[in-house]
């Protein structure tokens, strides 16, 4: 190992492209539901003041189904073995190997497919597209 992270699968490009059949949906989900969490919090905390503590209750448990929901969502991604990254944006990262060290292939949702991938401590920023030199020596293990 080369004093990277160590993960569980690697992917090469065209399984990474090919898990997002279902990553795309799992993905669609999360951000929709992301947004509708979120909407549902801050319309809790604008009101909570004038909410009876029934009301309250019921919200805060409604929350809480919104949120077991993603989580269920997020254990898929881990299950398929993709990390999420930006729950807002949709941001997956797909562990591969190339050149010998750990690198990450990175997407987003929207994207069309794979295209780009980072080293482990770059992050987003640090995305650079795929080219075919690099495609041919990216490698599962």
Excluded at 17 to 37: C, D, F, K, M, Q
Excluded at 77 to 95: A, H, M, R, Y
Aim: hydrophobic share 40%; net charge negative; glycine share 6%.
């Amino acid at each position: 190992m080369d004093g990277g992270a160590s993960f569980k699968k690697y992917f090469t490009i065209e399984s990474a492209n090919r898990s997002l059949v279902l990553v795309r949906r799992i993905v669609t989900e999360i951000v929709a539901g992301y947004r509708e969490l979120m909407e549902r919090r801050d319309a809790l905390e604008a009101t909570q003041r004038r909410l009876r503590d029934e009301e309250t209750e019921e919200r805060l448990a409604d929350l809480q189904r919104c949120a077991d929901r993603l989580n269920k969502l997020h254990a898929e991604l881990v299950e398929i073995g993709c990390e999420l990254k930006d729950w807002q944006s949709g941001l997956i990262d797909f562990p591969a190997r190339h050149e010998g060290r750990d690198v990450l292939l990175c997407w987003r949702n929207g994207e069309e497919s794979v295209s780009h991938w980072h080293e482990i401590d770059a992050g987003f920023r640090g995305r650079q597209l795929i080219t075919p030199e690099f495609a041919a020596l990216t490698v599962s293990s």
